[in-house]
């Protein structure tokens, strides 16, 4: 009977979390996104008879980890303590694979070519599209929870902050070819990566100039997108 009941609460959890997941326009839009863009990428491996870009859709789930635990957190009832903070710790390991789509770009023209790059060009950016759409909208629920505990100010700067801490980790994903993972599965080499770009001063140089440009880019988008109001417009003009 415990089994049963404890088979109930968690159904009944799962259920209301849906329920609020899929209360507003956000989460509809971004499941038929991503479900169009697998599409396309499976429309040109079965066209082409190659798997060339078949890594964009790992990278895509990798993106929606850290948004699916930001709902957790935004949605739940989560109060201080250990679970919270399991939570908090896997979406900041994990969020920089959000905006890390984007820099799959740089595969466009790469490989043999099996389909026309205007296709693929469409198919990068779709994916680099929906890896920000999911990192701002992850960002914006983080953002508001953290407003909760440490005010609205607080809240925005650790936000600003934490974008260019994000920056750093897509610079050791990118470049560095350094998974989320690494950090538990091979902690002491990703360490000695990290500590020996302090001591190369070319290599130093380049990280802050990527850290820089990358974050001021996507603080800049998160403001456009997040604090941009049209409806102010309509009331300027009508005003």
Known sequence: MDGIAF???SMSCVINYLKKLYSGDTTFCLTILSAFFVFLTLVRVIISGHALYLFLVKNLI???????VSTIIYFGENKKGFRLHVLVFLWIIFFPNSFYLMTDIIHLGKGIRTAPVWFDAISLLSYGICGLLFGIV???MMEEKASELIGRKRSAVFRVVFI???CFGIFLGRFLR???WDLFMNFFNLASDVAGLFFCLPKFLFV???TFVAGTFLNLVYIVLVHFNVKNLEEKRQA
Do not use: D, Q
């Not at 990798?62 to 699916?68: S, T, V």
């Open 7 to 9: 088979l109930g609460r």
């Open 62 to 68: 990798l993106a929606i980890i850290p948004w699916f």
């Open 138 to 140: 992850s960002l914006k």
């Open 164 to 166: 260019y801490v994000s």
């Open 178 to 180: 350094w998974n989320t």
């Open 208 to 210: 802050c100039k990527f």
